[in-house]
Protein backbone atom coordinates (compact mmCIF):
# COMPACT_ATOMS: atom_id res chain seq x y z
CA UNK A 1 0.00 0.00 0.00
CA UNK A 2 1.14 3.43 -0.28
CA UNK A 3 2.12 5.70 2.57
CA UNK A 4 1.10 9.22 1.21
CA UNK A 5 -2.47 10.30 1.85
CA UNK A 6 -4.30 11.81 -1.41
CA UNK A 7 -7.13 13.98 -1.78
CA UNK A 8 -10.28 12.69 -2.56
CA UNK A 9 -11.27 14.77 -5.08
CA UNK A 10 -7.64 14.50 -7.05
CA UNK A 11 -7.87 10.67 -6.42
CA UNK A 12 -11.56 9.93 -7.40
CA UNK A 13 -11.07 11.68 -10.53
CA UNK A 14 -7.67 10.28 -11.46
CA UNK A 15 -8.83 7.05 -10.88
CA UNK A 16 -12.13 7.11 -12.63
CA UNK A 17 -9.97 8.47 -15.71
CA UNK A 18 -7.34 5.85 -15.43
CA UNK A 19 -9.75 2.97 -14.02
CA UNK A 20 -12.89 3.40 -14.24
CA UNK A 21 -13.72 3.63 -18.18
CA UNK A 22 -13.41 0.85 -20.83
CA UNK A 23 -9.79 0.64 -21.80
CA UNK A 24 -9.25 -2.84 -23.67
CA UNK A 25 -9.85 -4.07 -26.84
CA UNK A 26 -10.40 -8.02 -27.31
CA UNK A 27 -9.84 -10.12 -30.33
CA UNK A 28 -9.91 -14.07 -30.69
CA UNK A 29 -8.33 -15.50 -33.44
CA UNK A 30 -9.71 -19.24 -34.72
CA UNK A 31 -6.94 -21.34 -32.85
CA UNK A 32 -8.65 -20.02 -29.53
CA UNK A 33 -5.80 -17.53 -28.99
CA UNK A 34 -7.48 -14.35 -26.85
CA UNK A 35 -5.70 -11.10 -28.17
CA UNK A 36 -6.00 -7.98 -25.81
CA UNK A 37 -5.41 -4.80 -26.98
CA UNK A 38 -5.19 -1.62 -24.31
CA UNK A 39 -3.22 1.79 -26.27
CA UNK A 40 -1.48 4.08 -24.11
CA UNK A 41 0.03 7.16 -26.53
CA UNK A 42 1.86 8.76 -23.90
CA UNK A 43 5.41 7.13 -25.17
CA UNK A 44 6.60 5.91 -27.72
CA UNK A 45 6.99 2.11 -26.10
CA UNK A 46 5.02 -1.05 -25.53
CA UNK A 47 4.65 -3.90 -23.84
CA UNK A 48 3.59 -7.43 -24.87
CA UNK A 49 2.92 -10.57 -22.83
CA UNK A 50 2.26 -13.71 -23.30
CA UNK A 51 0.32 -15.22 -20.44
CA UNK A 52 -0.46 -18.92 -20.19
CA UNK A 53 -3.20 -20.87 -17.90
CA UNK A 54 -0.56 -22.81 -16.32
CA UNK A 55 1.49 -22.52 -12.79
CA UNK A 56 2.01 -24.51 -9.43
CA UNK A 57 -1.71 -24.70 -8.64
CA UNK A 58 -1.98 -27.31 -12.09
CA UNK A 59 0.85 -29.58 -11.00
CA UNK A 60 0.15 -33.49 -9.22
CA UNK A 61 2.61 -34.24 -6.81
CA UNK A 62 5.96 -35.91 -7.95
CA UNK A 63 6.47 -32.87 -10.71
CA UNK A 64 5.46 -29.84 -8.73
CA UNK A 65 7.95 -26.52 -9.42
CA UNK A 66 7.30 -28.09 -13.23
CA UNK A 67 5.98 -24.96 -14.54
CA UNK A 68 9.10 -23.01 -13.41
CA UNK A 69 11.36 -25.39 -14.76
CA UNK A 70 9.70 -25.01 -18.30
CA UNK A 71 9.49 -21.19 -17.73
CA UNK A 72 13.48 -21.17 -17.60
CA UNK A 73 13.72 -23.63 -20.60
CA UNK A 74 11.63 -21.48 -22.74
CA UNK A 75 14.84 -19.97 -23.99
CA UNK A 76 16.03 -22.94 -24.84
CA UNK A 77 15.77 -22.20 -28.64
CA UNK A 78 13.74 -23.99 -31.55
CA UNK A 79 14.45 -24.60 -35.22
CA UNK A 80 14.67 -20.95 -36.25
CA UNK A 81 16.18 -19.39 -33.15
CA UNK A 82 18.69 -21.49 -31.67
CA UNK A 83 19.46 -21.29 -27.65
CA UNK A 84 20.40 -17.87 -26.70
CA UNK A 85 19.13 -16.44 -29.78
CA UNK A 86 15.99 -15.26 -28.21
CA UNK A 87 17.38 -12.58 -25.69
CA UNK A 88 20.29 -11.35 -28.07
CA UNK A 89 17.54 -10.55 -31.03
CA UNK A 90 15.36 -8.80 -28.27
CA UNK A 91 18.53 -6.52 -27.03
CA UNK A 92 19.59 -5.97 -30.33
CA UNK A 93 16.22 -4.30 -30.93
CA UNK A 94 17.02 -2.24 -27.45
CA UNK A 95 14.20 -4.04 -25.66
CA UNK A 96 14.13 -6.38 -22.16
CA UNK A 97 12.10 -9.45 -21.59
CA UNK A 98 12.08 -11.89 -19.02
CA UNK A 99 9.51 -14.10 -17.74
CA UNK A 100 7.67 -15.50 -13.88
CA UNK A 101 5.70 -18.16 -12.78
CA UNK A 102 3.18 -17.89 -10.27
CA UNK A 103 0.35 -20.26 -8.54
CA UNK A 104 -1.92 -20.00 -11.50
CA UNK A 105 -0.21 -18.70 -14.61
CA UNK A 106 3.09 -18.32 -16.52
CA UNK A 107 3.97 -15.24 -18.78
CA UNK A 108 6.40 -13.95 -20.52
CA UNK A 109 6.69 -10.09 -21.71
CA UNK A 110 8.71 -8.05 -23.51
CA UNK A 111 9.09 -3.71 -23.00
CA UNK A 112 10.42 -2.62 -26.44
CA UNK A 113 10.02 0.86 -28.60
CA UNK A 114 6.74 0.58 -30.13
CA UNK A 115 7.95 -0.12 -33.77
CA UNK A 116 9.45 -3.21 -32.75
CA UNK A 117 6.29 -5.37 -31.43
CA UNK A 118 6.43 -7.69 -34.68
CA UNK A 119 9.70 -8.71 -33.12
CA UNK A 120 8.08 -9.55 -30.06
CA UNK A 121 5.28 -11.09 -31.58
CA UNK A 122 7.35 -13.66 -33.74
CA UNK A 123 9.55 -14.74 -31.71
CA UNK A 124 7.12 -15.45 -29.27
CA UNK A 125 4.59 -17.28 -32.05
CA UNK A 126 7.58 -19.59 -32.53
CA UNK A 127 8.82 -20.79 -29.18
CA UNK A 128 4.52 -21.53 -28.54
CA UNK A 129 4.34 -24.59 -30.26
CA UNK A 130 8.16 -25.46 -31.81
CA UNK A 131 10.39 -25.42 -28.62
CA UNK A 132 13.55 -28.00 -28.38
CA UNK A 133 13.94 -29.61 -24.83
CA UNK A 134 17.35 -31.15 -25.29
CA UNK A 135 18.55 -33.13 -22.33
CA UNK A 136 22.42 -30.90 -21.86
CA UNK A 137 20.08 -27.81 -21.87
CA UNK A 138 18.13 -29.09 -18.90
CA UNK A 139 21.16 -29.97 -17.00
CA UNK A 140 22.58 -26.82 -17.57
CA UNK A 141 19.15 -24.94 -16.15
CA UNK A 142 18.67 -27.90 -13.37
CA UNK A 143 21.65 -26.16 -11.86
CA UNK A 144 20.04 -22.34 -11.80
CA UNK A 145 16.98 -23.80 -10.47
CA UNK A 146 18.21 -25.45 -7.72
CA UNK A 147 20.90 -22.36 -7.04
CA UNK A 148 17.41 -20.23 -7.13
CA UNK A 149 16.11 -22.08 -4.63
CA UNK A 150 19.04 -21.92 -2.19
CA UNK A 151 18.92 -18.31 -2.44
CA UNK A 152 15.21 -17.90 -2.31
CA UNK A 153 14.18 -20.70 0.21
CA UNK A 154 16.76 -22.34 1.73
CA UNK A 155 18.87 -19.67 2.95
CA UNK A 156 16.01 -17.06 3.47
CA UNK A 157 14.45 -17.85 6.98
CA UNK A 158 11.01 -15.66 6.17
CA UNK A 159 11.23 -17.80 2.35
CA UNK A 160 11.45 -20.98 4.66
CA UNK A 161 8.95 -20.13 6.92
CA UNK A 162 6.46 -18.88 4.39
CA UNK A 163 6.74 -22.55 2.62
CA UNK A 164 6.75 -24.66 5.37
CA UNK A 165 3.78 -22.41 6.53
CA UNK A 166 1.75 -22.60 3.28
CA UNK A 167 2.25 -26.79 3.51
CA UNK A 168 0.68 -26.53 6.61
CA UNK A 169 -1.71 -23.96 6.05
CA UNK A 170 -3.53 -26.63 3.19
CA UNK A 171 -4.53 -29.70 3.15
CA UNK A 172 -5.75 -30.19 0.01
CA UNK A 173 -5.34 -27.22 -2.14
CA UNK A 174 -2.32 -27.23 -4.44
CA UNK A 175 -1.68 -23.73 -3.04
CA UNK A 176 0.34 -25.89 -0.26
CA UNK A 177 3.49 -26.72 -3.17
CA UNK A 178 5.60 -23.85 -3.96
CA UNK A 179 5.98 -22.47 -7.46
CA UNK A 180 9.24 -23.26 -7.60
CA UNK A 181 8.73 -26.99 -6.26
CA UNK A 182 9.94 -29.39 -4.24
CA UNK A 183 13.78 -30.14 -3.96
CA UNK A 184 13.40 -33.96 -4.69
CA UNK A 185 10.72 -33.18 -7.63
CA UNK A 186 13.31 -30.71 -9.13
CA UNK A 187 16.05 -33.43 -9.02
CA UNK A 188 13.99 -35.65 -11.32
CA UNK A 189 12.60 -33.87 -13.50
CA UNK A 190 13.41 -35.33 -16.89
CA UNK A 191 13.09 -33.95 -20.47
CA UNK A 192 9.83 -36.31 -21.14
CA UNK A 193 7.89 -35.36 -17.85
CA UNK A 194 8.43 -31.11 -19.72
CA UNK A 195 7.40 -32.27 -22.88
CA UNK A 196 4.49 -33.61 -21.79
CA UNK A 197 4.03 -30.41 -20.00
CA UNK A 198 4.81 -28.54 -22.64
CA UNK A 199 2.93 -30.11 -25.55
CA UNK A 200 -0.24 -29.91 -22.88
CA UNK A 201 -0.26 -26.53 -21.78
CA UNK A 202 1.31 -24.16 -24.43
CA UNK A 203 -0.61 -23.61 -26.81
CA UNK A 204 -3.01 -20.84 -28.61
CA UNK A 205 -5.77 -22.22 -26.89
CA UNK A 206 -5.03 -21.54 -23.50
CA UNK A 207 -2.88 -18.44 -24.22
CA UNK A 208 -4.01 -14.86 -23.78
CA UNK A 209 -1.78 -12.14 -25.42
CA UNK A 210 -1.92 -8.69 -23.84
CA UNK A 211 -0.31 -5.65 -25.79
CA UNK A 212 -0.27 -2.10 -23.69
CA UNK A 213 1.69 1.04 -25.29
CA UNK A 214 1.96 3.20 -28.04
CA UNK A 215 0.05 0.59 -30.83
CA UNK A 216 -2.35 0.98 -32.97
CA UNK A 217 -5.15 -2.00 -32.07
CA UNK A 218 -6.09 -3.01 -35.82
CA UNK A 219 -2.32 -3.06 -36.70
CA UNK A 220 -1.84 -5.55 -33.41
CA UNK A 221 -4.67 -7.74 -34.75
CA UNK A 222 -3.22 -8.27 -37.77
CA UNK A 223 0.59 -8.92 -36.45
CA UNK A 224 -1.35 -11.29 -34.24
CA UNK A 225 -3.17 -13.23 -36.88
CA UNK A 226 0.05 -13.22 -39.09
CA UNK A 227 2.38 -14.65 -36.35
CA UNK A 228 0.25 -16.63 -33.86
CA UNK A 229 -3.07 -17.50 -36.22
CA UNK A 230 -0.94 -20.67 -38.11
CA UNK A 231 -0.60 -22.34 -34.83
CA UNK A 232 -2.52 -25.84 -34.12
CA UNK A 233 -4.24 -25.64 -30.68
CA UNK A 234 -4.35 -28.49 -28.14
CA UNK A 235 -6.92 -30.35 -26.31
CA UNK A 236 -7.35 -29.18 -23.31
CA UNK A 237 -9.43 -30.61 -20.72
CA UNK A 238 -10.36 -28.66 -17.58
CA UNK A 239 -8.76 -29.16 -14.62
CA UNK A 240 -10.87 -31.50 -12.06
CA UNK A 241 -11.35 -29.38 -8.50
CA UNK A 242 -9.42 -28.75 -6.29
CA UNK A 243 -11.25 -27.48 -2.86
CA UNK A 244 -9.43 -27.34 -0.19
CA UNK A 245 -11.35 -29.01 2.58
CA UNK A 246 -12.69 -26.57 5.47
CA UNK A 247 -10.48 -26.68 8.28
CA UNK A 248 -11.89 -27.49 11.85
CA UNK A 249 -9.27 -25.83 14.18
CA UNK A 250 -6.73 -23.68 14.45
CA UNK A 251 -3.47 -24.64 13.20
CA UNK A 252 0.36 -24.01 14.77
CA UNK A 253 3.74 -24.19 14.08
CA UNK A 254 7.27 -23.01 14.99
CA UNK A 255 10.30 -23.07 12.15
CA UNK A 256 13.48 -23.19 13.47
CA UNK A 257 16.33 -21.97 11.18
CA UNK A 258 19.38 -19.52 11.93
CA UNK A 259 18.05 -16.26 11.50
CA UNK A 260 18.83 -12.83 13.30
CA UNK A 261 15.17 -11.96 14.22
CA UNK A 262 11.81 -13.71 15.55
CA UNK A 263 8.80 -13.54 13.63
CA UNK A 264 5.12 -14.48 13.21
CA UNK A 265 3.36 -15.57 10.70
CA UNK A 266 -0.74 -15.59 10.51
CA UNK A 267 -3.01 -16.66 8.12
CA UNK A 268 -6.76 -17.19 7.79
CA UNK A 269 -8.70 -19.08 5.17
CA UNK A 270 -10.93 -16.52 3.16
CA UNK A 271 -12.54 -16.46 -0.57
CA UNK A 272 -11.33 -14.58 -3.51
CA UNK A 273 -13.01 -12.62 -6.17
CA UNK A 274 -13.63 -16.18 -7.87
CA UNK A 275 -14.59 -17.89 -4.67
CA UNK A 276 -16.76 -15.41 -2.83
CA UNK A 277 -20.47 -16.48 -2.82
CA UNK A 278 -21.16 -13.05 -2.38
CA UNK A 279 -18.44 -10.94 -4.36
CA UNK A 280 -18.28 -7.97 -2.49
CA UNK A 281 -16.87 -10.30 0.56
CA UNK A 282 -13.69 -9.81 -1.49
CA UNK A 283 -14.04 -6.27 -1.98
CA UNK A 284 -14.56 -6.07 1.78
CA UNK A 285 -11.64 -8.22 2.71
CA UNK A 286 -9.53 -6.24 0.40
CA UNK A 287 -10.73 -2.98 2.32
CA UNK A 288 -9.95 -4.32 5.27
CA UNK A 289 -6.39 -5.38 4.58
CA UNK A 290 -5.91 -1.86 3.77
CA UNK A 291 -7.35 -0.90 7.25
CA UNK A 292 -4.58 -2.62 8.67
CA UNK A 293 -1.41 -1.90 6.65
CA UNK A 294 -2.80 0.78 4.20
CA UNK A 295 0.49 2.73 5.02
CA UNK A 296 1.96 4.85 7.90
CA UNK A 297 -1.16 5.85 9.43
CA UNK A 298 -3.09 2.57 9.00
CA UNK A 299 -3.38 0.21 12.25
CA UNK A 300 -0.56 -1.79 12.34
CA UNK A 301 1.83 0.82 11.93
CA UNK A 302 0.10 3.32 14.05
CA UNK A 303 -0.65 0.89 16.44
CA UNK A 304 1.67 -1.83 16.83
CA UNK A 305 4.58 0.10 15.42
CA UNK A 306 4.74 3.44 16.68
CA UNK A 307 2.15 3.34 18.70
CA UNK A 308 2.86 0.44 21.77
CA UNK A 309 6.39 -0.24 20.03
CA UNK A 310 6.12 -3.68 20.40
CA UNK A 311 6.80 -4.76 16.66
CA UNK A 312 9.55 -3.22 14.18
CA UNK A 313 7.30 -4.32 11.48
CA UNK A 314 3.81 -5.52 11.07
CA UNK A 315 1.92 -6.18 8.03
CA UNK A 316 -1.41 -7.24 6.50
CA UNK A 317 -2.08 -8.97 2.99
CA UNK A 318 -4.53 -10.59 0.78
CA UNK A 319 -4.95 -11.11 -2.48
CA UNK A 320 -8.67 -11.26 -4.33
CA UNK A 321 -7.29 -12.14 -7.76
CA UNK A 322 -6.38 -15.85 -7.24
CA UNK A 323 -7.54 -18.76 -9.19
CA UNK A 324 -8.37 -20.52 -5.55
CA UNK A 325 -9.54 -19.50 -2.35
CA UNK A 326 -6.37 -17.83 -0.17
CA UNK A 327 -5.29 -16.62 2.86
CA UNK A 328 -5.55 -13.20 4.63
CA UNK A 329 -2.16 -12.77 6.19
CA UNK A 330 -1.00 -10.89 9.24
CA UNK A 331 3.15 -10.97 10.00
CA UNK A 332 5.07 -9.34 12.57
CA UNK A 333 8.29 -8.66 13.64
CA UNK A 334 8.30 -8.40 17.56
CA UNK A 335 10.54 -4.98 19.41
CA UNK A 336 13.11 -5.86 21.40
CA UNK A 337 12.14 -7.30 24.69
CA UNK A 338 9.24 -8.67 23.21
CA UNK A 339 7.75 -12.23 22.12
CA UNK A 340 6.00 -13.90 19.55
CA UNK A 341 3.80 -14.64 21.85
CA UNK A 342 3.51 -10.96 22.76
CA UNK A 343 2.87 -10.27 19.15
CA UNK A 344 0.45 -13.12 18.54
CA UNK A 345 -1.80 -11.11 21.31
CA UNK A 346 -1.34 -7.76 19.46
CA UNK A 347 -2.69 -8.89 16.18
CA UNK A 348 -5.05 -11.01 17.38
CA UNK A 349 -6.70 -7.82 19.49
CA UNK A 350 -6.39 -5.83 16.40
CA UNK A 351 -8.70 -8.35 14.37
CA UNK A 352 -11.41 -7.97 17.58
CA UNK A 353 -11.37 -4.51 17.49
CA UNK A 354 -12.37 -4.67 13.83
CA UNK A 355 -14.74 -7.28 14.62
CA UNK A 356 -16.11 -5.54 17.55
CA UNK A 357 -16.11 -1.91 16.58
CA UNK A 358 -17.45 -0.46 13.02
CA UNK A 359 -14.84 1.93 11.49
CA UNK A 360 -15.24 5.53 11.39
CA UNK A 361 -16.61 7.04 7.85
CA UNK A 362 -13.19 9.25 7.66
CA UNK A 363 -11.76 5.87 8.07
CA UNK A 364 -13.20 3.87 5.83
CA UNK A 365 -12.96 6.94 3.29
CA UNK A 366 -9.37 6.96 3.82
CA UNK A 367 -8.16 3.65 3.20
CA UNK A 368 -10.12 3.48 -0.15
CA UNK A 369 -8.56 6.57 -1.09
CA UNK A 370 -5.30 5.00 -0.83
CA UNK A 371 -6.33 1.41 -2.01
CA UNK A 372 -7.57 3.10 -4.77
CA UNK A 373 -4.73 5.10 -5.46
CA UNK A 374 -2.46 1.90 -5.54
CA UNK A 375 -4.41 0.91 -8.65
CA UNK A 376 -3.89 4.13 -9.99
CA UNK A 377 -0.46 4.45 -9.67
CA UNK A 378 0.08 0.84 -11.10
CA UNK A 379 -1.61 2.10 -14.55
CA UNK A 380 0.82 4.61 -14.43
CA UNK A 381 2.93 1.71 -15.78
CA UNK A 382 2.34 0.06 -19.61
CA UNK A 383 3.86 -3.18 -17.90
CA UNK A 384 1.07 -3.07 -14.89
CA UNK A 385 -1.96 -2.26 -17.18
CA UNK A 386 -0.80 -5.21 -19.21
CA UNK A 387 -0.11 -7.52 -15.86
CA UNK A 388 -3.10 -6.59 -14.57
CA UNK A 389 -5.20 -7.39 -17.88
CA UNK A 390 -3.57 -10.75 -17.97
CA UNK A 391 -4.25 -12.02 -14.35
CA UNK A 392 -8.06 -11.20 -14.94
CA UNK A 393 -8.31 -13.42 -18.12
CA UNK A 394 -5.72 -16.22 -16.86
CA UNK A 395 -7.62 -16.93 -13.51
CA UNK A 396 -11.30 -16.69 -15.25
CA UNK A 397 -12.67 -13.76 -14.13
CA UNK A 398 -12.27 -12.20 -17.03
CA UNK A 399 -10.33 -8.49 -18.25
CA UNK A 400 -13.40 -6.57 -18.16
CA UNK A 401 -13.54 -6.78 -14.04
CA UNK A 402 -10.50 -4.35 -13.97
CA UNK A 403 -13.31 -1.67 -15.15
CA UNK A 404 -15.48 -2.64 -12.13
CA UNK A 405 -12.81 -2.10 -9.34
CA UNK A 406 -13.82 1.52 -8.46
CA UNK A 407 -17.23 1.15 -8.33
CA UNK A 408 -16.59 -2.23 -6.11
CA UNK A 409 -14.44 -0.40 -3.71
CA UNK A 410 -16.62 2.65 -3.55
CA UNK A 411 -19.65 0.43 -2.65
CA UNK A 412 -17.99 -1.19 0.51
CA UNK A 413 -19.50 -0.35 3.82
CA UNK A 414 -18.19 -0.27 7.53
CA UNK A 415 -20.53 -2.87 8.75
CA UNK A 416 -19.39 -5.38 5.41
CA UNK A 417 -15.55 -4.95 6.83
CA UNK A 418 -17.04 -5.75 10.59
CA UNK A 419 -19.05 -8.56 8.84
CA UNK A 420 -16.21 -10.58 6.69
CA UNK A 421 -13.83 -9.88 9.56
CA UNK A 422 -16.20 -11.97 12.07
CA UNK A 423 -16.96 -14.36 9.59
CA UNK A 424 -13.10 -15.01 8.48
CA UNK A 425 -10.68 -13.91 10.75
CA UNK A 426 -11.74 -16.33 13.47
CA UNK A 427 -9.80 -19.17 15.08
CA UNK A 428 -11.28 -22.24 13.09
CA UNK A 429 -10.02 -20.50 10.08
CA UNK A 430 -6.28 -19.57 11.41
CA UNK A 431 -2.82 -21.02 10.67
CA UNK A 432 0.13 -19.68 12.85
CA UNK A 433 3.52 -19.86 12.18
CA UNK A 434 6.54 -18.86 14.89
CA UNK A 435 9.75 -18.35 13.59
CA UNK A 436 12.52 -18.76 16.13
CA UNK A 437 15.90 -17.93 14.99
CA UNK A 438 18.64 -20.41 15.60
CA UNK A 439 22.64 -18.38 16.05
CA UNK A 440 24.25 -17.92 12.64
CA UNK A 441 27.27 -20.05 11.82
CA UNK A 442 29.48 -16.99 10.93
CA UNK A 443 32.58 -19.11 10.15
CA UNK A 444 30.14 -20.83 7.63
CA UNK A 445 29.01 -18.37 5.98
CA UNK A 446 32.32 -16.42 5.66
CA UNK A 447 33.55 -19.49 3.87
CA UNK A 448 30.35 -19.77 1.62
CA UNK A 449 31.02 -16.62 0.31
CA UNK A 450 34.82 -16.74 -0.30
CA UNK A 451 34.03 -19.32 -2.31
CA UNK A 452 31.63 -17.97 -4.06
CA UNK A 453 32.77 -14.72 -5.18
CA UNK A 454 31.56 -11.97 -6.82
Known amino acids: MISRLISLTVLWSAAFAAIAEPTAVERKLANGLKVLVQEDHRSPVMVSQVWYKVGSSYEPGGITG???????????????????????????????????????????????????????????????????????ELKKELEVVTEERRMRTEDNPQGKM???????????????????????DIAAYTVEDLQAWYQRWYAPNNATLVVVGDVKTDDVFKLAEKYFGPLKPSDIKPLKPQTEIEQLGLRRMTVKV??????????????????????????????????????????????????????????????????????????????????LADMEKALKEEVVKLQKTLISPDELQRIKAQVLAGKVYERDSNFYQAMQLGILETVGLGWQKADEYVNKINQVTAAQVQEVAKKYLIADRLNIAYLEPLPINSTVNNAATKKGGV
Do not use: C
Request: proline letters at 5%; a negative charge.
Open 162 to 184: QEHFNAMAYSSSPYKHPVIGWPA
Open 258 to 339: PAKLPSILMGYKVPVLKTAQNEWEAYALEVLAGVLDGGSSARLSSGLVRGKQIAVSAGAGYGLTSRLSDLFELEATPAEGKT
Open 66 to 136: ISHMLEHMMFKGTDKHPAGQFSKIIAENGGDENAFTGQDYTAYFQTMAADKLEVSLELEADRMRNLHLLPE
